[in-house]
């Protein structure tokens, strides 16, 4: 069986669903006071898992399939850009929200927040990320930069899932979302990831219906299910207009309804100013801390 990429596309979340789903999810869980699952860094017992299903289609075929039915690995590497806008559909309102992606890690992603509360969201420009919400900006971490660049470009998920990072294997035909579609698991080989991660694709199309994570968190699982719908023509390639996210008992709606390929000017992903003046702080704060350090150790000698 070969070896497929888990988080290299196929992420816990997108990025820009990630942050759009985080970001809103905290904004809804202080405006009706719900507690947000806690997290644990203490390490837990493998689970035993369920055997794959016999005489089912091989994993790394059902997502050649898929490839095929998205428009052939072809049409997908000549993809090197991305715009996409829409709005995002919650029980707190609805909110616009522009996308773009580009080769070379430049991503742009911002949304508004209902009620006149401003906008939150990230970027990244090479080596330099950072995120904002509400006129506050704040730079990105190494891992969350890899994090962001993992999962920046989900519409494309499936086009490098053979990069030998993990497993993957069929576990049954089952019916998700009104749908027969075939079960993955995709098997993450890092020791802190506690999670399951399973993709659905449709037995008829081919494509993928959608994903689900499940977490492991102190005292119940953190589940989040991701459904894919209304797949339409972008260029050569299929991509799909429609992400239903389903967490923490809510649910959010991504509807997408410009998308375009190829068409990103690259001023977009230019770093603001907030941005590199909180560059040229790090930078400065990184080197007055190593001029600290080498006078400390001269007074020791």
Known sequence: MKRVCLWTKLASLCAMAAIALTASSAVLAVQQNDPVPASSNTPEAPKAQPAPAADMPEAADIIEKAIEAM?????????????????????MGNMP????????DRILFNQTIPGGQGKMGAGLNGAVGWRHMMGEYELLGEQD????????????????????????????LVEFDGRKCYKLQFEEPKEDVRADVFGYFDQETHLMAGKEMIEETPGVPFSTTMKFKDW???????????MIIEQMGKQMVMEYTEL????????????PAEVMKLVEEKKQAEADSENNGSAESGDDQ
Do not use: C
Request: zero cysteines.
């Open 145 to 172: 930069i890899e994090r962001f660049k993992e999962q920046a470009n989900f519409h494309l998920m499936l086009q490098e899932m053979e990069k030998g990072f993990g497993s993957v294997r069929t576990m049954g």
């Open 71 to 91: 428009g052939g690995r072809k049409a997908l590497d000549a993809v090197t850009s991305l715009t996409m806008k829409g709005s995002i559909t919650m029980p």
């Open 97 to 104: 929200f522009e996308n773009y992606w580009a080769d070379g």
């Open 232 to 242: 339409k023509k972008v260029g050569e390639v299929k991509l799909f207009r429609q």
């Open 260 to 271: 375009e390929a190829n068409t990103v000017e690259p001023k977009v992903f230019e770093v």
